[in-house]
């Protein structure tokens, strides 16, 4: 009798670190391997990508992102990263380069910069940011800042 009520005991446990550590607030595939994602809260949410072949997983842009549009060629981010509430930065990821591997960490341009290299890699004009975490992130600030 008592092992069944340690073995209960254990379960119930168990359920309750899955409220602890379960799933994160932000978990979004875009494309094949890559995820948005966030635990806690709309800040902390970034890009990674999972090379499941290699059993490699790494961060392409760090918290925070603002918006996110995709196609099946390219990722645009708009982001503000952590340490620089005042800036605004934007990224493009050529998919096929990160999936062979050329770099991890993706390189990030202001609006005008990101303008010409979206016009030099033909990222098409109907590519628009489509998932929007900035009007939340605004929104908490306006609750928790009246």
């Known amino acids: 009798m008592q092992r069944l009520q340690a073995i209960i005991a254990f379960l119930f446990f168990l359920n309750l670190t899955s409220c602890l550590f379960g799933v994160g607030l932000v978990e979004h595939e875009l494309v094949d391997d890559f995820w948005l994602f966030a635990n806690g809260s709309y800040e902390e949410t970034e890009l990674n990508y999972s090379d499941r072949e290699h059993n490699i997983s790494y961060t392409l842009v760090d918290?925070?992102?603002?918006?996110?549009?995709?196609?099946?060629?390219?990722?645009?981010?708009?982001?503000?990263?952590?340490?620089?509430?005042?800036?605004?930065?934007?990224?493009?990821?050529?998919?096929?380069?990160?999936?062979?591997?050329?770099?991890?960490?993706?390189?990030?341009?202001?609006?005008?910069?990101?303008?010409?290299?979206?016009?030099?890699?033909?990222?098409?004009?109907?590519?628009?940011?489509?998932?929007?975490?900035?009007?939340?992130?605004?929104?908490?600030?306006?609750?928790?800042?009246?």
Do not use: A
């Open 63 to 146: 918290r925070t992102i603002l918006k996110v549009g995709y196609n099946d060629e390219f990722i645009i981010v708009k982001s503000r990263p952590e340490q620089f509430n005042d800036k605004i930065y934007y990224h493009i990821i050529y998919i096929e380069e990160v999936r062979n591997g050329s770099y991890d960490k993706v390189p990030f341009y202001t609006l005008e910069q990101f303008k010409l290299l979206r016009k030099k890699l033909n990222v098409p004009k109907d590519l628009k940011f489509s998932i929007n975490f900035e009007d939340k992130l605004n929104n908490v600030k306006k609750t928790v800042n009246p």
